[in-house]
């Protein structure tokens, strides 16, 4: 199919899985962001942190090294820029928001990446890196109109098997948390495991690699987390049953908005963009 011909109501010929989610947690804010393309993105110090941890850790899988001074020199660009350390940016922040100085960030990411390789070794024992920050853009199969998954990952390993010959492919996604890390429902959940369920689907068939050979997982990165326990590995069981839980979720989030049905979720109201706006009320 071409690239370049729109074949969804969101004007491309392809979905992600950030649009799956959205859908999930609300089809009426999926249709908002990405039928009608209302734009209410806002910088935040946690975006631009989590863009220069995930940077860190893309070059720490290619060559075991990350330059901190220029990651964390852009980061503090970034942060001067968007005045997040001026008291009248952080005062109208909600009340979840607590701040924390510039230096304290780059603290946490300095420890994180000071922990990723140690932490690697650990738990995926003679690991090699595959590939890093790999594209997907697989056409899904069995849908009346063609429609491509586009997604990228953020790391690809390869693992010796632990009984007998032969490597594992280790899908693994960058994910920074709180000091506390995940609550067990969150590591759970289909909206969370979907992402990693879909990856190793549609690497897999890029490659032509059996789904019993690769492995997918979360790699939490802990903002003040204890030093030596930073990182946390959250495996995500995908399996055929998880795996037909994903990709009906897909499905069914591609066929709603081919249907033009896109219902309100007001239990997802409490952190949406568009709550109490004019786009929602």
């Not at 390869?158 to 995940?182: E, F, M």
Request: aromatic letters at 12%; charged letters at 30%.
């Amino acid at each position: 199919m071409s690239n370049d011909k729109p074949t969804f109501p969101n004007g491309k010929p392809h979905v992600s899985f950030s649009e799956i989610k959205q859908w999930k947690e609300c089809p009426f804010r999926h249709k908002l962001a990405y039928i009608d393309k209302i734009d209410t993105f806002k910088p935040s110090p946690y975006l631009h942190f989590g863009t220069a941890v995930h940077e860190g850790c893309e070059t720490l899988l290619e060559s075991r090294q990350v330059d901190r001074d220029k990651i964390l020199g852009v980061m503090k660009e970034e942060w001067q820029n968007a005045g997040y350390e001026n008291e009248e940016w952080y005062s109208k922040q909600p009340g979840w928001y607590k701040h924390e100085p510039r230096t304290t960030w780059e603290s946490w990411a300095n420890n994180m990446w000071n922990e990723v390789l140690d932490f690697l070794d650990k738990e995926l024992p003679g690991w090699e890196c595959f590939k890093a920050e790999e594209e997907l853009y697989e056409e899904i199969d069995n849908l009346e109109e063609p429609l491509n998954f586009k997604g990228f990952i953020d790391g690809v390993l390869k693992v010796p098997k632990k009984r007998g010959k032969g490597h594992v492919y280790w899908v693994i996604d960058w994910k920074t948390s709180g000091s506390w890390g995940w609550r067990r429902d969150k590591k759970q959940d289909l909206g969370m495991t979907a992402q990693l369920i879909l990856y190793k689907h549609f690497w897999a068939k890029k490659h032509n690699i059996d789904l019993k050979d690769v492995r997918c997982g979360f790699v939490l990165l802990k903002r003040g987390g204890k030093v030596g326990k930073i990182c946390e590995l959250v495996n995500v069981a995908a399996g055929p049953k998880s795996l037909e839980k994903g990709v009906k979720l897909m499905r069914s989030m591609i066929k709603s908005v081919r249907k033009g049905m896109y219902l309100k979720n007001r239990n997802s109201c409490k952190y949406c963009q568009f709550h109490q706006t004019e786009h929602c009320t």
